[in-house]
């Protein structure tokens, strides 16, 4: 993967409804969820998330297949591996161990990270 291909991809996620639209999916696994499925576990109205839905597609993040007049959205794990893997090759110096967070203490880490954000915006 080259920049030109990975920053589109990470730009259709720079989103909070479109980062939890695609986890969601990621975790309903090669089965997918339709459209309406998707909007209603995220508490969000339909036509809102067909937006965020269509700019992933476009990107290549998620496929999807009309299912009579339904859209059945499915995450394209292999894309998301080849980012990860481009990703952890750029910015590791291909040394994987040094970005490895441990999972425990990611949540620390994360929650340090939004901390330290929020204080920022408050000082801005």
């Given at each position: 993967?080259?920049?030109?291909?990975?920053?589109?991809?990470?730009?259709?996620?720079?989103?909070?409804?479109?980062?939890?639209?695609?986890?969601?999916?990621?975790?309903?696994?090669?089965?997918?969820?339709?459209?309406?499925?998707i909007a209603s576990a995220l508490g969000l109205p339909p036509t809102n998330l067909s937006f965020h839905?269509?700019?992933?597609?476009?990107?290549?993040?998620?496929?999807?297949?009309?299912?009579?007049?339904?859209?059945?959205?499915?995450?394209?794990?292999?894309?998301?591996?080849?980012?990860?893997?481009?990703?952890?090759?750029?910015?590791?110096?291909?040394?994987?161990?040094?970005?490895?967070?441990?999972?425990?203490?990611?949540?620390?880490?994360?929650?340090?990270?939004?901390s330290a954000r929020t204080g920022l915006r408050r000082s801005s």
């Amino acid at each position: 993967m080259d920049p030109a291909t990975a920053i589109p991809l990470l730009e259709s996620l720079a989103s909070a409804i479109r980062l939890d639209a695609y986890r969601l999916l990621m975790r309903s696994g090669p089965d997918g969820m339709v459209a309406g499925e998707i909007a209603s576990a995220l508490g969000l109205p339909p036509t809102n998330l067909s937006f965020h839905l269509k700019a992933m597609t476009h990107a290549g993040l998620l496929a999807v297949e009309q299912e009579g007049r339904f859209q059945r959205y499915r995450a394209n794990l292999a894309l998301m591996q080849e980012l990860v893997a481009y990703l952890t090759e750029e910015c590791c110096g291909g040394n994987p161990e040094l970005c490895a967070i441990p999972r425990a203490a990611g949540r620390a880490k994360r929650t340090a990270i939004a901390s330290a954000r929020t204080g920022l915006r408050r000082s801005s």
